[in-house]
C-alpha cells in the first residue's frame, strides 16, 4: 500500500482514499505478499489484562468514531449503509487484518470480543496492528462519506474523529 501510495504522488490521504475505493469497487483485493510458505508458530502468547485494556481502549475510541459515520451514513443512505461500509469487509482476506471476517453491529461498532480474539493470535505489536487495521477502515468510511455525503460532512467528520482519537 505504501509503495501504490508514493508512486501515485497524490498525498497519503488521497492515496489511500483511492485504494480504498478500488477495493470498495471490487477492482482490486487484498492479499497476502509473495513469498514462501510461514512455518507453523508456537502458540501465541494470551493477552495480559493491562494489554487487553489499551487495546479495548483504543478500539473504543475509534467505535465512537465508526458510530458517528454509521448513524450519519444512515440517515442520508438508510439500508444502504451496510452494503457501502459492508464492502471494505468484503476485501479482506483471514490473516492479513484482524478486521476479516467481521463487520458492523447494528450500532454501527466493531465487536470488541472478537477483535481481542482475533488480535490474541497476533504474535506481536498487537497495538500497532489494531490502529492500522482501524485507520485502513476509517479511510475507507470518509471516502463513503464525502462521496455520500459531500466534502463538507466529510470535514465535520474528520474534526470530529481527530478530538477522540487524540484525547
Do not use: C, W
Amino acid at each position: 500500500l505504501a509503495e501504490v501510495v508514493n508512486k501515485a504522488k497524490v498525498g497519503e490521504l488521497e492515496g489511500k482514499k483511492a485504494v480504498a475505493s478500488l477495493i470498495a469497487a471490487g477492482l482490486v483485493r487484498v492479499s497476502k505478499p509473495a513469498g514462501a510458505a510461514p512455518e507453523p508458530a508456537p502458540p501465541p502468547p494470551s493477552l495480559s489484562e493491562e494489554e487487553k485494556a489499551l487495546l479495548l481502549a483504543r478500539l473504543d475510541s475509534y467505535n465512537a468514531v465508526f458510530s458517528a459515520i454509521y448513524q450519519a451514513l444512515s440517515m442520508e443512505a438508510g439500508s444502504k449503509v451496510e452494503v457501502i461500509l459492508g464492502a471494505f469487509f468484503k476485501g479482506l482476506e483471514p490473516g492479513v487484518s484482524v478486521l476479516s471476517g467481521l463487520g458492523f453491529t447494528p450500532e454501527g461498532i466493531l465487536p470488541p470480543d472478537r477483535i481481542l480474539e482475533k488480535l490474541a493470535q497476533v504474535p506481536d505489536e498487537r497495538f500497532e496492528v489494531l490502529v492500522r487495521d482501524l485507520n485502513e477502515l476509517l479511510y475507507f468510511q470518509l471516502f463513503a462519506v464525502k462521496n455520500t455525503l459531500g466534502p463538507e460532512m466529510e470535514a465535520g467528520i474528520v474534526d470530529m474523529a481527530k478530538s477522540l482519537l487524540h484525547s
